[in-house]
């Protein structure tokens, strides 16, 4: 099962070394991680996406819980949450490739950043499985560099989680 | 008030009430131990090498109730401290640990004696802290000491610059702590309480099992209650023997893997597992899901994280110990389990009475047990290493009104010496015994030397099998090669202890025992028996 969490940490140094330390020892698995400051400059917010039994999760929650550096946790399913991701892809283009580039960047609503003579480079925010289609549309024309942040997520509506 | 970082680090442990400190000095620490020697009202005990400067930090911890705190300097002072610390950590202990640090603006650069300690020992320890603003020292020590010694307690670090510590700074120290990310649950929640009461009184055949968590929340009269009250029988995990008084009708033995035979018997037959305090580790209950099959369960424990890790619990109840179960006190539970009480009680007291027959020329460890707990003072400490003398001392050696205390967690070789002499610091008018084995004790016998220093009137009672002999067991019980596990060559220990001014005797037959530990309880001054063990004898195999 793959889980949304979302952790309010103390933005101070060695937090994230004390979070990613947990889940090697514990032996959870990461599938994306994204963190960063919030609009309370003390506080940092660490999105991720790990794939574990519910029970596990349970564990995951109280383990976490239990570090001082630790605020607040959230679990976040699909139903409740905005998430999106962010992608930078660069991908093999030449004079008689790039329209068609262009015109599956304009149905995913991509946009391109940068070009070079042969290659393009293009951004798009989405949810992660249009992310996954995106690339899979780009793959036959070369895929040269890709860059990910992992999801990122708030609740939907007036909650948050201050 | 203006002052250095150093003298406010040892204002503050003043503050803290702090009386003793176990430390080891080096370059990076030298401000504090400048400061130190200001100090009128802490005195610092200097010991051998760094673990176990954690270990009789954790041995007057155990006794005191407050955190105990030890001092070391950066790189290796502080590597050496990391098994000490992993050991408190398993078995939530409260303790400060200060390690020196080289400069802060050097920091990074690997220069001498410069390691990152806050990183080595984040995976076992509750929290830690590097003090990059001198300012931060009052708050820091203040919010290390409430994490380290509220909720389930523990170690906590702090790692001070030696620029920190010549740093000037305006002292206060803050009266209350605010640590948004810390707030352990003190009180039972109500709705549970009454599931548990309501429990209890639908149990046919109740178990309570209490672990290391009743010394930690210093409940051990609130468990005697429980127990009287309800009649309950009770077992013990090792960390926490000594909740009831062995001879006590309830008080049922200890269970796990090297267990009593009843005890383990009452655990496989219960319809109803109270565990109070227990984190239900493997070598106290080797197959949850076995138990969860036939029982139900009810988890007391301060630390919701234990709450479902190991076992699912049926009525789930976080809290303080004393008072979670002073509010179940005040429901009246009541149950009714006479007849099942009562054979327990039986079986038990038989068990309890089994004592293998004398065989001239050979001490029979069970029996050196026995004798040790008929003669000690009824409030002695009794303090266990690790091995078959760890489980000979648990199992045999009756526990009255003192405390039992050993490394049930790590398991870690030659912390009882030093935890002793932390004991023996925090209780001076209170006999203190050591049960070790001849392995143990000469990875820390260095500390006979600081025990001697400080006037410690500790007796050693010494399991000479010249092997390493419970890993000798576990290789004969799994038919492997005997290897690496013999010390054919022990020293003379009599001599050793003449060397470091410790009286000593050697007994090696049945009939010198009784004697032999009288002589050492009546002589004043630290004390160590040489008992001579066949390395054949078994820990694990029940009478």
Redesign the interface.
């Known amino acids: 099962m793959k889980q949304v969490i979302s952790v309010l940490?103390?933005n101070q140094?060695?937090v994230l070394?004390?979070i990613t330390?947990?889940f090697s020892?514990r032996g959870f698995n990461i599938e994306s991680l994204a963190v960063s400051v919030t609009e309370d400059e003390s506080v940092s917010r660490i999105t991720m996406i790990i794939d574990i039994g519910h029970?596990a999760v349970?564990?995951l929650e109280?383990?976490l819980?239990?570090?001082?550096?630790?605020?607040k946790i959230k679990r976040l399913d699909n139903v409740e949450m905005t998430g999106r991701e962010l992608i930078l892809v660069k991908v093999s283009a030449t004079p008689s490739t790039r329209r068609n580039i262009k015109d599956l960047c304009d149905i995913m609503h991509a946009k391109i950043d940068d070009i070079s003579a042969a290659t393009l480079t293009v951004e798009l925010a989405d949810v992660p499985q249009q992310i996954n289609l995106f690339l899979e549309m780009l793959q036959p024309f070369g895929i040269v560099e890709v860059a990910r942040t992992g999801l990122i997520a708030v609740q939907k509506g007036s909650a948050s989680m201050n | 008030m203006n002052m250095t970082g150093a003298q406010s680090m040892v204002r503050c442990l003043e503050e803290e009430d702090v009386s003793h400190i176990f430390g080891y000095p080096g370059a990076t620490i030298c401000p504090f131990y400048e400061a130190l020697y200001h100090s009128e009202s802490i005195r610092h005990i200097l010991v051998r090498q760094e673990q176990n400067a954690a270990h009789m930090a954790s041995g007057y911890a155990r006794i005191t109730g407050k955190a105990g705190v030890c001092v070391v300097t950066s790189g290796p002072g502080a590597t050496n401290l990391i098994t000490g610390i992993a050991t408190a950590y398993m078995d939530s202990i409260p303790l400060i640990a200060i390690t020196g640090q080289v400069q802060s603006y050097l920091l990074g650069r690997d220069i001498f004696q410069e390691i990152d300690i806050t990183g080595a020992v984040s995976p076992f320890i509750k929290h830690t802290y590097l003090i990059k603003k001198a300012a931060d020292i009052p708050r820091v020590f203040k919010e290390a000491f409430h994490i380290a010694t509220t909720g389930r307690p523990g170690p906590v670090l702090i790692d001070v610059p030696i620029d920190m510590q010549e740093a000037e700074i305006d002292f206060s120290y803050p009266e209350e702590v605010n640590i948004r990310g810390y707030k352990p649950t003190v009180n039972g929640n109500l709705k549970q309480l009454k599931k548990v009461v309501e429990t209890i009184g639908k149990a046919e055949r109740p178990l309570i099992c209490v672990g290391g968590g009743a010394f930690c929340a210093k409940a051990q009269e609130q468990v005697r209650r429980l127990c009287e009250e309800t009649k309950i029988p009770m077992v013990t995990t090792m960390m926490g023997l000594g909740v009831l008084p062995t001879s006590h009708p309830l008080n049922i033995g200890m269970i796990g893997s090297f267990g009593h035979k009843t005890a383990n018997m009452a655990l496989s037959q219960t319809d109803l597992l109270i565990l109070v305090g227990a984190r239900v580790g493997d070598r106290a209950i080797t197959a949850p899901e076995k138990i969860s099959s036939h029982s139900k369960t009810i988890h007391i424990d301060i630390d919701p994280a234990e709450i479902g890790k190991n076992v699912s619990p049926t009525v789930p109840l976080v809290g303080d110990l004393r008072v979670v179960l002073e509010s179940l006190l005040a429901e009246h539970p009541s149950s009714n389990c006479t007849q099942w009480s009562e054979y327990l009680q039986k079986e038990a007291d038989a068990e309890k009475h089994t004592m293998p027959e004398a065989r001239p020329s050979t001490i029979q460890p069970k029996r050196l047990m026995a004798e040790i707990g008929k003669q000690i003072f009824p409030d002695a400490c009794v303090v266990a290493d690790v091995g078959q003398n760890q489980i000979w001392a648990a199992k045999y050696l009756p526990m009255q009104q003192g405390r039992f205390l050993t490394t049930g967690g790590l398991g870690t070789m030659g912390y009882a010496l030093p935890a002793a002499i932390g004991v023996k610091i925090a209780q001076p008018e209170k006999q203190t015994v050591v049960v070790c084995g001849d392995g143990a004790f000469q990875m820390t016998n260095n500390e006979l030397s600081t025990m001697v220093e400080q006037g410690c009137d500790v007796k050693i009672v010494l399991l000479n099998n010249r092997t390493l002999g419970m890993v000798c067991e576990l290789q004969r019980i799994a038919k492997r090669h005997k290897f690496g596990v013999a010390l054919p060559d022990t020293p003379d220990f009599g001599k050793l202890a003449d060397a470091f001014g410790v009286k000593s005797r050697r007994i090696s037959q049945d009939e010198d025992m009784a004697s032999a530990i009288a002589e050492m309880l009546a002589y004043d001054g630290p004390y160590l028996l040489e008992c001579v063990v066949s390395e054949a004898e078994n820990s694990k195999v029940n009478m």
């Open positions: 940490v103390e140094p060695g070394n004390k330390g947990l020892r029970n349970d564990q109280k383990q819980n239990k570090l001082i550096c630790v605020l």
